[in-house]
């Protein structure tokens, strides 16, 4: 997979200090609350998986599939969220862990859904924001890393659903897409 990548924009370990940094902040943040970690599938799952070990608190995990309609680099806009409805939100300080925040439709569809379900409170972590144009209001509550305005691959995130397992984050050769 390697040979596939141009160049490398976040490498594992620093992915990891900065994991670790978001955890420490988390666990601080949510001492004493009903704490639901939300994974926004499948691009998050890496992510969650390395962030949950660093929280130190009792919480619940749980996980909503998001996909929108598109080509493989560019999204639609609308997006499909499938989630298991038994899960009773309104219990929950919720978490919701993201990957990547582009034109912002992905979350958009998500937050105005779990707000419709009155969350105790409702939080965002977001591990990469890309440096382009976006909605001016918009904060997460924590936030790893800025990336640039490229199509970029690996922990957790795809193209044509390959590379997620790559431990860092690159951009592909030019090649890849003209297969
Ligand atoms: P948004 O809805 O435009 O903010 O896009 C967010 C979703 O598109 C993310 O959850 C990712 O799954 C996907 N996405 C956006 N940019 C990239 C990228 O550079 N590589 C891989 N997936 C991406
Ligand atoms: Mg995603």
Redesign the pocket.
Known sequence: MNKDIEKIIISEEDIKTRVEQLGRRITEDFKGKNLLLLC?LK?SVVFFGDLMRKIDLPCEIDFIK?S?YGDYTQ?SGI?KLQYDVSTDISKYDILVI??????????KSLMTYLEAHNPKSLSLCLLFI?DCKHDAAFKPDYFGFNVPN????GYG???AQKYRNLPYVGVLKEEIYNK
Not at 150 to 153: A, D, Y
């Open positions: 926004i691009g998001a929108s999204s997006v993201e990957d990547i925040y582009e034109s912002g439709n992905t979350l890309k490229e199509f970029v691959v995130l795809d193209y």
